[in-house]
Structure formats: structure tokens, C-alpha cells
């Protein structure tokens, strides 16, 4: 049975968390400050901590520190209404924190997920879980240096970057490093799903809850059951569902659509922007409390121009993929080489893997340093053409401005703008719908030219 260590100066609130441990299999010991609790710790090892963050004789943060107890999780106990000092103790190694008053659902749950823990098979080796992280740069071993520290635990990642630096895959990185490695991986575009349907896939719905809902279905909540659910493009989210989602995080329940019967959220969830999370909140796109409940632990993706010679190991990386799809053996001249380390590559990952793609496609055996060139040209001159707003513009004009301005630049190609402006096509055409707005240019020739 794993054995619980509760260091409170509260007795009635170590009584009750004691009851309920009980009740859930564990053995129990109780300590009411840091002398008590280092008398108990010397006793028998505790598989998990609950521990005040405040205490008669010192501070539960340092207590903790100190400490440095591997193998042993703690969860921090906090009476504050902010949640600041709970978000710096998930930075020092908590997998979670209860507020007080402490709520015996939320207490309930977070002693069965611990449990769960504690029985769960050991994660994948590094090695498998950075596997399509492709670089050697000094930022992607940062990067991964963070996604090892903090997979172990349950704390939300919010993770930042432009469009197409591979945030998904980080996401993933961090599932397969953790405990829930065994469990589904969900990932959920929120700036592709009608705002109308994005509620009914993330909790479901029941049979008759609205027009066409002719059977019960299942949320990415409930499918992802002991996983991980990767929310990106969580700017896009409108703010009414933006008020659900903290509230399941934040009571570890939800509801299906049509249904007041709440079912337990038992997955970790990891949300992901191409934008700047701080100039969302002060702009309205993103909730203030919801930024600060999914960013625990941010992380940044760097982009592809500050990883050095990470682009030419990808390069060969993705033509490596297909010369073994199509039996072929093409490479790159020097030429190609320099090219691509000399490009800024705005789009990042997902541009470079277009272009070594289209590049293979036009090559015989050697992919030379002229082919495309003039793509990589006029993507360096028109992208910085420059939009002149004057000051006190509503940021929405603004915004209008720069998207039919960026269209027109992309020749009215909706795909590649949507990709240079960093969100989704899905986005895209919500906006232009809003403008009233199809770019006003001719889609289909301009595919053709």
C-alpha cells in the first residue's frame, strides 16, 4: 500500500484527508509542522507528500527543497486565493495543489491519479520519447531538458511558438515521457472546429441534446481517459467554452452536452499558441485565469533561424524519408546547403519540409542549389512589405489589414497565408467571413499560375 505523509497545522483538515486516504488504500501519517514531519519522514518514507505551504516553523516550498526526495511525489497545500505561489511550487516539483477550503472531490481525485501513478509501468527511455524532436542545437537540448522535468508530473504546460516549429510533437514528447505513456494522446485543433461543435467534441454529448445529436457521443475528455490531451491554437477558443475548461481544470469534472451527471476528468492536458499568450489576454482572446491555469510550466518552442545547424539535419532528414519511400538515393549539392542555412524560413519545420519535398520532386539525382531559389527570394522581399496603421486604429481593423493585406501578397493563395500570418486555414476563413471578405481575388487562378 503507498504510504501518505500529511504535514498541516490544521488537526481537522488532517483528520479528514487522512479519512478519505484511508479509504483509498493508502497508510497514513500525520505531521502539524516541519519538526513533526522530518520525525515522520526518518519513520518510514512517504510515497506521497501533502504538505502546507505555510507552516508554524517554516516555509513548505524550502521544507521541500530541502528535502530532495526522489521517488516521493508532492502535492502542495495552499490557503491563498491566488494561485501564484502554487504555480511557482509546480515549478519546484509538485505534480499538483489543492486550495483551501479543500474540496473532497478534488481531493478525491488527486489521491486516485497519485495512486495511479505509483503503479504505472516506468516511462519510455529519452530517446524513444525525442525521437521525431530532430536537432542537436543548444535550444532543442534546453527544450528537451524542460519536457524531461516536467513529464513526470501532472502540471498543465502551455506550450509557445511560431507556426510550424513542431508543437505538437514537443506535446507528444512530454506524453510519452510520462506516466501516462500507456494511455491515448489526443490532440485537438481548436481554431479548426466550428465554434458551434467544439463543446460537443471536447465533452460530448447525449442522444436529443440538440438538432442531429442522434446517439451519445463520446468528448476527447472521455476518449483520452488516463492520457493526454493536446489542445492547440487555445486563442481560438471562444470565451464562453474557455470558462468550461477552467472549471474542469480546476474541479478535475466535467458534463457531457444535454446531461447535468459529471464525470471525472482524468486525463493532463497540454494547450499550445502561435501568439503571444500575454498579448492575448490584453487583447481578449484568452482568459487571464485560464492563461494562468495552463501555463504552469511554459515552454517556448524556439524557431528554426536560432537552432543553428538544425536545419540541415532535418533537411536530410526529411529526404532520407523519402529516398526510403521511393527507392531512390537523390541528395543535396553544397549549394542547397548553404542555401538553406542562409534562409530565414518563416514558416519554420513545416516550410523547410515543403520545400526539401518540392525540391525532391524536381531533382534527378542531385538537389542543386538554383532549384526553387526564386521561391526562397520572394518570400524574403514580399513577407516584409510593409502595412502602415495609424496610431489609435482599432486593434480589429488593424488585424483586417494585415490578413487581406497578407492574402493579396500570397496571391490570394488562403493556405500559405493562413501558415505566414502563424494560424489556422480554419481561421482564415472565419475572419475573411466576418470581413464580408473572400480576398476579393480569384482563388482558383491564382493556384494555376
Known sequence: ??????????????????????????????????????????????????????????????????????????????????VDSAVQALRFGAVDYLLKPISLRRLKTVLAQLKGMLKQPPALASSDCFAKMIGKSRAMQLLCAHIEKVAPTQATVLLVGESGTGKELAAEAIHLASPRHDKPFLPINCGAISPNLIESELFGHEKGSFTGADKQHKGYFERARGGTLFLDEITEMSMELQVRLLRVLESGCFMRVGTHEEIEADVR??????????????????????????????????????????????????????????????????????????YSWPGNIRELRNYVYRSYILADDVIKGDFNSFELEAHSAGWGSDILVPVGVPLADANRQLILATLKQCGGVKKVAAEMLGISLKTLYNRLEEYGSNGDIDESSSRTR
Open 269 to 342: 492536458v497540454i494547450a499550445a499558441t502561435n501568439r503571444n499568450p500575454e498579448q492575448a489576454v490584453a487583447s481578449g482572446a484568452l482568459r487571464e485565469d485560464l492563461y494562468h491555469r495552463l501555463s504552469v510550466f511554459p515552454l517556448e518552442l524556439p524557431p528554426l533561424r536560432d537552432r543553428d545547424d538544425d536545419v540541415l539535419l532535418l533537411a536530410e532528414y526529411f529526404l532520407q524519408k523519402l529516398n526510403e519511400e521511393n527507392r531512390s538515393a537523390k541528395v543535396f549539392a553544397p549549394e542547397a546547403k548553404q542555401a538553406m542555412k542562409e
Open 1 to 82: 500500500m503507498p504510504h501518505l505523509l500529511i504535514v498541516d497545522d490544521e488537526p481537522s483538515i488532517r483528520e479528514l484527508i487522512a479519512e478519505i486516504a484511508d479509504e483509498d488504500g493508502y497508510t497514513v501519517a500525520q505531521a502539524g509542522d516541519i519538526r513533526q514531519a522530518r520525525i515522520q519522514i526518518e519513520r518510514q518514507r512517504p510515497d506521497v507528500v501533502l504538505l502546507d505551504m505555510q507552516l508554524p516553523d517554516g516555509n513548505g516550498i524550502e521544507f521541500w527543497k530541502e528535502l530532495e526526495l526522489s521517488g516521493t511525489e508532492v502535492v502542495f497545500i495552499t490557503g491563498y486565493s491566488s
